[in-house]
């Protein structure tokens, strides 16, 4: 590394003359700069350097006691100047940049991936104050996986840093571009370990290459990918030099056919919260199993995040004025046709199938308001009206995501507290469209719950996440058997096994069983047959809006009262 400028004689071009405030000695800088392998700099608000001290031999090629006749731009390789540009200009605006990813040029022409943070100095405002920094430092904190490569959340905290930086996108056009690929399976079959080794190295090497400050791109399984990149990357690029590379690697014998979607990052007339958020619920559409494809992604996200933001913003809104209504549907206990519970479900203005709206809001973080405002209006109506029969039992559903959330648990846990008089009569089903990704949590939130005396489900059981491993994990009251078996059972008799083995683990660990989607006595009695307890389905009635007041709300069709016990009646 090149001498640092130690002298205490200020530095040239300082516009008081005195240049940094030194009033121990240099020495504490060079300590400070050389400990961290920083390069602690002064400038200009327009990127004139007036003093440099630390680390700037290994970062940039070139000595300190130099850096003050060079200007900061010329630093830095000429793609990421108009994003060093905007991160100066928000500096001087009083705003504190923190890990601006750039590369750093070397006079031979070679990069290095740096970050830069700064801010406003505090006495005088015509100077900044700044520090560079090899950016592995900061992405080597991102959570990667094994090939290198960023995971999901890792990509996602990097897009956060980079949309705190650009909230307006008046810097550089930085751009998300996912990636599916999914002939590489095929591609590493063919050749072989050594071969597939080498492909992988080669590929991760390529996206990195054209990613934001070399590490900003990601592997999310599926042959999947996502890359952040600045303008002077293209996805059509990205996409040649993949095919390039399997191209020599298979002697031309294989063809990628990578498909991609670009969204711009920034811009819009949006805030930074409401621009993660939208990318959230992007890269979680994009990684689920059976997600949506590229080509809905891109039509849904149009350009930018806007339209995904615009609904965002209408969900919110519709769950801050509690734009929706609660309908219930009788649990029946099949061994004695008497009504055990209703499941509180939720419907939209349309009143249609409120599984795009639920599903949406897990996946943009806002379903934990949801859970709470639906919670909130099944106390209410348990306290009052046809719900607050002392006979009638309610069960609310609450996404994994809410229970994963702690913030969003702890309210969860003062308003059960606060309904404490309803204990006996209050239920909840966990249900989760994605898997939850912390069970050890989760469960100590439901045994909480269940402390308190109310009973917890889990809903769909056997379908999607919510697997066998969640048992082991969860320790619940009743399961609910996914509708998808009982249909199978009776169409065809393939579940008929998977039936069994749910039923008899259940009573094994003795866990109570409600199955869905019962639609005919012939159902029911096979269901029975199997020792299932509890079914739910159209045969005992739909979903229901009680109106008015008493309980003859719910005497329609099938359920009639009887010695202040519901039943179902055929």
């Known amino acids: 590394m090149g001498e640092p400028n130690t002298a205490e004689t200020p530095p040239p071009g300082a516009p008081d003359g ?4 030194l009033p121990r000695s240099a020495k ?7 400990a961290s392998a920083d390069l602690l700099l002064e400038t200009t608000l327009d990127g004139q350097i007036l003093f440099a001290i630390g680390a700037a031999m290994s970062l940039v090629g070139r000595p300190a006691r130099l850096l003050p006749q060079d200007r900061l731009e010329a630093l830095i390789r000429p793609a990421d100047r108009a994003r060093l540009a905007n991160a100066l200009r928000r500096m001087a605006a009083g705003k504190r940049v923190r890990h601006v990813l750039l590369s750093a040029l070397t006079p031979n022409g070679a990069e290095a991936p740096v970050s830069v943070s700064g801010y406003l100095h505090p006495d005088r405002a015509e100077t900044l104050l700044l520090a560079l920094a090899h ?3 900061l992405a080597g904190t991102l959570p990667r996986r094994p ?5 999901k959340d890792g990509l996602e905290r990097m897009a956060r840093t980079v949309l705190r930086e650009n909230p307006d996108g008046a810097g550089e056009a930085v751009q998300l571009t996912l990636l599916d690929i999914p002939e590489i399976a095929d591609l590493r079959q063919s050749l072989g370990t050594e071969g597939s080794a080498r492909f992988i ?3 991760t090497e390529q996206l990195q290459e054209c990613s934001l400050g070399g590490e900003s791109a990601a592997d999310f399984g599926q042959n999947r990918y996502g890359v952040i990149h600045g303008e002077d990357v293209s996805a059509e690029e990205i996409q040649t030099k993949i095919i390039d590379l ?15 979607a670009s969204i711009p990052l920034g811009g819009d007339d949006i805030s930074v919260e409401e621009a993660t958020n939208a990318l959230l619920y992007t890269l979680n559409r994009f990684t689920a199993d059976g997600g949506g494809s590229l080509a809905d992604l891109a039509k849904s996200a149009g350009s930018r995040l806007s339209p995904t933001v615009a609904r965002m913003r209408e969900v919110r809104a519709m769950i801050e004025r509690g734009d929706f209504d609660l309908h219930f549907q009788p649990i029946v206990d099949l061994w004695n046709s008497a009504v055990h ?7 939209f203005g349309d009143d249609q199938s409120p599984y795009g709206t639920v599903t949406f809001a897990e996946d943009l973080g806002l379903v934990g308001e949801l859970d709470l405002a639906i919670l909130g209006r099944a106390i209410a109506f348990m306290r009052q009206g046809p719900g607050a029969d002392a006979n009638l039992k309610f069960a609310v559903n609450l996404s994994g995501r809410s229970l994963s959330n702690a913030a969003i648990a702890a309210r969860l846990m003062r308003m059960i507290l606060e309904a404490s008089d309803l204990k006996g009569r209050l239920m909840f089903e966990v249900t989760e469209s994605a898997a939850i990704q912390d ?8 045994q909480e719950i269940r402390g308190h005396g109310n009973l917890v489900g889990l809903d769909d059981f056997g379908a999607g996440a919510a697997a066998f491993h969640y048992l082991r994990a969860l320790k619940v009251d009743h399961v609910k058997i996914d509708g998808s078996y009982v249909r199978e059972a009776v169409e065809t008799g393939a579940s008929l096994p998977f039936l069994r083995a749910i039923a008899h683990l259940c009573r094994e660990l003795k866990i109570a069983t409600i199955a869905e989607h019962i639609e005919s006595q012939e159902t029911a009695n096979l269901l029975r047959l199997y020792n299932v307890r509890y079914g739910q389905g159209y045969y005992f009635g739909k979903a229901m809006k009680p109106q008015g007041q008493g309980l003859a709300a719910w005497q329609t069709g099938h359920i009639q009262r009887r010695n202040d016990v519901l039943f179902f009646c055929p």
């Open 18 to 21: 005195r240049g940094p405030d």
């Open 28 to 34: 504490t800088y060079v300590a400070f700069a050389f």
């Open 135 to 137: 950016s592995g430092t």
């Open 147 to 151: 090939d290198g490569l960023l995971n």
């Open 201 to 203: 190295g080669r590929f």
């Open 246 to 260: 399997a191209q020599s690697l298979t002697g031309g014998k294989l063809n990628l056919t990578p498909q991609s």
């Open 341 to 347: 519970h209703f499941e509180a479900l939720v419907r």
């Open 439 to 446: 069970l050890q949590v989760v469960n100590g939130v439901i």
